[in-house]
């Protein structure tokens, strides 16, 4: 190439300005010989092809005026280095806006700069996903000895506080800077049942804060949402911008949130079965740490097996109270049982003595008088052997209800004669109170049921004193009141009123089998109603059934 412009293949000159060109227009990587204050005097073939621009339209010009996005401040000062100590230099560059990169090396010779640029974008690329695998096996090694860990601890135990206050303990630091295990409580709030922080001092923080602004299951955000939705909720950055318009009308709450430090975090709902039984929350307060959906995945399977662990434990004490329930009820059963065979046995015993001796003596009174305690003993039997065919019946589901058209104020004043002789020896006083028809579609038969077992229930513990019944009725609904002065029930007690084998008071006082609520209530939700319960210690209880007059369609 002569100073006159390109040539062919054929008839190029050796060299130009002085610059031998026959080895480096061979070369694969690009070459550009410039001036000391970096004019190029020679690009070969390999740098046109990698850049795209002929040599023609760079000889003659500043080289990092030619690629400024390529060549910038660092890379102008080692070219200003070598023009003027000679010391070659070698280093790699890379372009962020094109995702380049390239191998630089600077040559001082014969007063010029040759820079030599070798791209090694495959190879970087390749390298950078080699790493990539690398530390997603990595990762994926810890997150599985973590697991493993984790299904050791959530298996060390069936007590549920106790195992999700491990887990907390597991997860700091290894997962997070601190972690805490949420439950629903019954009254809309959500009960904190686990905490660990990396620092103490983090703990004190958190309870304060929390006891200020407590969480709530309507919340909007947050674990709150975790517990009512039942999805995982993740922010990757907590930005103090966005804290500051979502508090902007509390700046007190906003000052204390933003004191929590906290810059990221995971939370996870524990569900079971398709029912939350918690919420799994990571915080990270380090601003190098950043979560990724890789640390979500892993929450999410550590939720998973604690939910199952959380579900085995419930399971677990639901069948040991089931068992010590089932052996209660036993107890009582075969006592209650054996009270009337008891005392229908010696009733049958001293009738047959009567009987074979024929005594002229034994006044038709004495024996009436055994005849209807055997018939009250029968009727006790029989009451207790109905109850426990209900209870096989609504457990298996085959509780029938056969309706027909009733008054229930006719039913109620049908009733009222026959606990005559039982009002009589509680000493109680029956305040009936029906005074129009209350008619609608229900059993007779399970109604003559709901009857028995409250008008039971409050002869049973209101001894002495009188009771209230009251039947009502409105254009859409019926009710019957079953009010007592007696006992009462403690407000811890009248949550689990309606529990099957349920007792609030023992049975060496007052008899029955714990049934009678439960089927009251069972048959009550069979006829589409409800019954609710008023009561304290020591001021008696009142029973409330409303029964819709007619089926819903």
């Known amino acids: 190439m002569t100073g006159q412009g390109p040539a062919s293949a054929d008839s190029r000159e050796p060299d130009v300005a002085g610059i031998d060109t026959v080895l480096l227009d061979q070369l694969p990587e690009s070459v550009a010989v410039c001036s000391a204050d970096a004019v190029c ?238 919420a799994l929350t990571l915080v990270n307060t380090d601003a190098v740490r950043r979560y990724t959906q890789a640390d979500v995945r892993l929450a999410e399977d550590l939720a998973r097996r604690a939910a199952a662990s959380l579900d085995n434990g419930r399971l677990y004490m639901e069948a040991q109270d089931a068992v010590r329930a089932r052996d209660t009820f036993l107890s009582v059963a075969s006592h209650e049982l054996n009270t009337p065979l008891t005392s229908l046995t010696l009733n049958v015993q001293a009738l047959r003595r009567d009987l074979e001796s024929r005594s002229a003596a034994t006044p038709p009174e004495a024996l009436g008088a055994k005849v209807v305690a055997v018939q009250r003993q029968l009727s006790r039997l029989s009451s207790l052997v109905r109850e426990l065919l209900d209870v096989s019946r609504i457990t298996a589901g085959r509780l029938r209800l056969e309706r027909e058209e009733l008054d229930l104020a006719a039913l109620a004043r049908e009733m009222v004669p026959r606990f005559s002789e039982d009002l009589s020896r509680a000493g109680c006083e029956l305040r009936l109170d029906a005074p129009g028809p209350a008619t609608g579609s229900w059993d007779r038969l399970r109604l003559e049921q709901v009857f028995q077992n409250l008008l039971s229930n409050a002869i049973k513990y209101g001894r002495g004193r009188p009771i209230e019944l009251r039947v009502g009725a409105d254009a859409e609904r019926a009710w019957l009141v079953v009010r007592d002065e007696g006992v009462g029930i403690p407000p811890e007690g009248q949550a689990r009123l309606f529990q099957r084998f349920e007792r609030l008071a023992s049975e060496r006082h007052y008899g029955g089998l714990g049934l009678g609520l439960w089927i009251v209530k069972q048959i009550v939700d069979a006829l589409e109603g409800r019954i609710l319960v008023e009561s304290a210690p020591g001021r008696g209880s009142t029973f409330t059934v409303e029964l819709p007059r007619q089926k819903a369609r």
């Open 41 to 278: 005097l020679y690009v070969n073939p390999a740098m046109e092809r990698a850049f795209g621009r002929s040599r023609l339209d760079q000889l003659g010009r500043v080289l990092w005026e030619l690629y400024p996005d390529m060549l910038g401040a660092t890379f102008q000062e080692r070219f200003r280095r070598v023009a003027a100590t000679g010391v070659a230099e070698e280093f790699e560059c890379h372009v962020a806006q094109r995702e380049r990169w390239f191998v630089k090396r600077l040559l001082r010779g014969h007063g010029r700069v040759y820079v030599f640029s070798r791209e090694i974008t495959a190879e970087k690329k390749q390298e950078a996903t080699l790493r990539g695998l690398y530390d997603e096996t990595r990762r994926a090694q810890r997150h599985a000895a973590f697991l493993a860990q984790a299904s050791e601890v959530l298996a060390s135990s069936l007590e549920q506080e106790q195992i999700l206050q491990r887990m907390a303990h597991l997860a700091v630091p290894t997962l997070a800077d601190g972690c805490c295990v949420d439950i629903p409580g019954p009254d809309g709030q959500v009960r904190r049942i686990a905490m660990a922080c990396v620092r103490p001092d983090q703990v004190e923080l958190t309870q304060a804060f929390h006891a200020r602004y407590p969480l709530r299951m309507d919340d909007a955000g947050g674990i709150g949402r975790v517990l009512r939705v039942g999805v995982t909720e993740f922010v990757p950055e907590l930005q103090p911008a966005l804290l500051e318009q979502a508090l902007a009308g509390d700046p007190e709450r906003l000052q204390a949130t933003l004191a929590l430090g906290v810059k990221s975090y995971i939370s996870v709902p524990l569900i079971s079965r398709g029912r939350v039984l918690g």
